[in-house]
C-alpha cells in the first residue's frame, strides 16, 4: 500500500513533442505529490508538485494532471527539449513525512 | 544561498567495514532525511530527524544509524559495509512541518 507505481520505465521523444510520465499509489493518505528531476550523478531536483485537492498544476512547460478518484498522477512536459533528458521521479508522502519514489523513467529527447 | 551539501562526494571502502556520511541543510532547514538510491531505481528512505530526535526510520539493518546536532547538520553511519551497500546516498533537508524536501548531491558508495 506503500508503493507508487511509475510508467513507461523510459520514454524517447522527438524535440518539440510531449512527454507524458505516469504514476499510481494506493495509500489515500497520500497529501503531497512531488515530480524530480535527476541527471546521472547528480542528487534529484524538485521540478513540480501538487497537492490533492487541485487537479491540475502547471509551471512552465511542465503540468502535472491529478485524478483522485482513480489515484493516478502524470506529468506532462510540453516542447521537450534535449535538454530534458533525465530520469523523472514521481512520488508521495503525507503529513510532511518520508517520500515514497516510483522506479523512474529515463526520458530522451531527440534533436 | 547554498542548498544542501554532503561530504564525501565519493568513498569508496571494503566489505566489513564502517563509513559516516555528512550532510548539512539548507540555512533555516530543521528537519534532515537521508535516503540510499541504488543504480537504477528510485531513492528509498532511510532516516528522518528533527531537532536531533529521530522522527521515521525506513526498512534498514541495524547497521544503519543516524545522528543530527545541534546546528542541524546530520551524519549517516554504516557499519559492517556489505556489497549491497554500493549505492548512491542522499540527504534532503526541509522546513519541519512542510512537505518540499530538497536534495543534496549525494555521496557515491562503492563497497568493494
Known amino acids: 500500500q506503500q508503493q507508487v507505481k511509475q510508467s513507461p520505465q523510459s520514454l524517447i521523444v522527438q524535440k518539440g513533442g510531449i512527454s507524458i510520465i505516469n504514476c499510481a499509489y494506493e495509500?489515500?493518505?497520500?497529501?503531497?505529490f512531488p515530480w524530480y528531476q535527476q541527471f546521472p550523478g547528480k542528487g534529484p531536483a524538485l521540478l513540480i508538485a501538487?497537492?490533492?485537492?487541485?487537479s491540475e498544476k502547471k509551471e512552465g512547460r511542465f503540468t502535472i494532471s491529478f485524478n483522485k478518484s482513480a489515484k493516478q498522477f502524470s506529468l506532462h512536459i510540453m516542447d521537450s527539449q534535449p535538454g530534458d533528458s533525465a530520469t523523472y521521479f514521481c512520488?508521495?508522502?503525507?503529513?510532511?513525512?518520508?517520500?515514497?519514489f516510483g522506479q523512474g523513467t529515463e526520458l530522451s529527447v531527440k534533436p | 544561498d547554498a542548498g544542501v551539501t554532503q561530504s564525501p562526494t565519493h568513498l569508496i571502502k571494503t566489505r566489513g567495514q564502517h563509513v559516516t556520511l555528512r550532510c548539512s541543510p539548507i540555512?533555516?532547514?530543521?528537519?534532515v532525511s537521508w535516503y540510499q538510491q541504488v543504480l537504477g531505481q528510485g531513492p528509498q528512505f532511510i532516516f528522518q530527524?528533527?531537532?536531533?530526535?529521530?522522527?521515521g526510520r525506513g526498512n534498514f539493518p541495524d547497521r544503519f544509524s543516524a545522528r543530527q546536532f545541534p546546528n542541524y547538520s546530520s551524519e549517516l553511519n554504516v557499519n559492517a559495509l556489505l556489497l549491497g551497500d554500493s549505492a548512491l546516498y542522499l540527504c534532503?533537508?526541509?522546513?519541519?512541518?512542510?512537505?518540499?524536501?530538497?536534495f543534496g548531491p549525494g555521496t557515491r558508495l562503492l563497497v568493494l
Open positions: 512520488a508521495a508522502s503525507s503529513e510532511g513525512g518520508k517520500l515514497i
Open positions: 530527524y528533527y531537532e536531533k530526535e529521530e522522527r
Open positions: 501538487i497537492r490533492p485537492d487541485v
Open positions: 534532503a533537508s526541509s522546513f519541519w512541518g512542510q512537505e518540499t524536501q530538497y
Open positions: 540555512s533555516g532547514h530543521k528537519s
Open positions: 495509500n489515500t493518505a497520500f497529501d503531497y
